[in-house]
C-alpha cells in the first residue's frame, strides 16, 4: 500500500497557504475510493475545471457499477449453469421443434406452424395478445398456448395461412434491444451469445438500434480476446485529459498511473 502525503506547492505567494497536505492511502482493492479523495483535495486548492466535474462524476458512476458486479457475480454463474442446458439457434436465431419453428431478428419474430392440407382459414384460432400467443385449429386442442419472452406490439402484429397448410405468425417486438431465448415460457431456451443478426440487415435498422448493435458485438469480441470494452477504452481516454490538464499532480504523484488498470 503507497501513501501519498506532504504534497508542496512549489512556488508560494503571499495570499496562499504556505504549505498543505494530502495524505490519503492508496489501497488498490479501493482505487476509486483514492481517486475520489485526490480530486475533492484538488478541488479544494483550485478551480474545478468542466473535466474535474464530469471526471468526478464518472467515479460515483464507477462505485455504483463496482457495486452492481458485485451483486451480479452470483447472478452470472447462475446463467452459466443454466446456459449448460441452452440449446443452439437454429441459423434464424430461434429453434426447430416438432410441432412448430420459430425465428426472429432484433425487430421481429416469426413463427411457422404446420396444418392438416387443405385447412381453410375459418378453421385457424390465433389469438395475439400484448404478452401471449395462442395459436391451432377449432374443436382441437391448441399447438401452442402460453405466455411469449417479451410484451409485442399487438396492432403490429399479423398472421396468415399458406398454402393452406403453414400458419405463419409474425409478432413485433417492443424491446428492439435484445434477443428472445425462448418464445413461450417454459419451452427450451436458446444460447443468445450464439445470435447473430445477418450483416446484410445491420444497414437497415434505424440509428439507435444499429448503433446499440455494433456496440454489444464490439465489446463481445473485445471481451473474448480479453481486450478493453468500449466503456473501459472511454475511462482510460478520461483519465489520460485529466493527467494532461493536470500534469504537476501527475508528476508528484506517480502511482496515479495504476488507475489504467483499476478503472478497466
Not at 398454402?163 to 434491444?177: A, E, N, P, Y
Request: proline share 6%; net charge negative.
Amino acid at each position: 500500500m503507497a501513501i501519498l502525503s506532504d504534497y508542496e506547492e512549489a512556488q508560494q505567494t503571499p495570499t496562499s497557504p504556505s504549505s498543505f497536505s494530502f495524505n490519503t492511502a492508496l489501497d488498490p482493492s479501493n482505487p476509486l475510493g483514492f481517486l475520489d479523495s485526490a480530486l475533492n483535495f484538488l478541488s479544494q486548492e483550485s478551480d474545478v475545471s468542466p473535466l474535474l466535474k464530469e471526471f468526478k462524476k464518472r467515479i460515483k458512476a464507477e462505485e455504483e457499477s463496482k457495486k452492481a458486479e458485485e451483486k451480479g457475480r452470483a447472478e452470472k454463474k447462475r446463467r452459466e449453469e443454466e446456459k449448460k442446458g441452452m440449446r443452439v439457434p437454429n441459423k434464424d436465431n430461434g429453434l426447430d421443434m416438432e410441432n412448430h419453428s420459430w425465428a426472429q431478428t432484433l425487430q421481429e419474430v416469426t413463427i411457422t406452424v404446420p396444418v392438416p392440407p387443405g385447412t381453410k382459414s375459418r378453421d385457424v384460432v390465433c389469438e395475439i395478445k400484448k404478452k401471449s400467443l395462442k395459436v391451432g385449429l377449432r374443436g382441437q386442442s391448441p399447438i401452442l398456448d402460453g405466455e411469449l419472452f417479451e410484451t409485442i406490439k399487438v396492432g403490429d402484429c399479423i398472421w396468415n395461412l399458406e398454402d393452406q397448410k403453414t400458419v405463419s405468425v409474425l409478432l413485433t417486438k417492443c424491446d428492439r434491444m435484445n434477443w428472445w431465448k425462448y418464445l413461450l415460457k417454459g419451452g427450451p431456451e436458446i444460447d443468445v451469445q450464439k445470435a447473430e443478426p445477418e450483416p446484410s440487415r445491420l444497414s437497415d435498422l434505424d440509428p439507435e438500434t444499429r448503433s446499440t448493435v455494433e456496440k454489444m458485438m464490439f465489446d463481445q469480441k473485445q471481451e473474448q480476446l480479453g481486450l478493453p470494452t468500449s466503456k473501459e477504452i472511454e475511462n482510460e481516454s478520461l483519465l489520460k485529459q485529466f493527467m494532461a490538464q493536470n500534469p504537476n499532480f501527475s508528476d508528484e504523484n506517480q502511482d496515479i498511473n495504476f488507475f489504467n488498470m483499476n478503472m478497466k
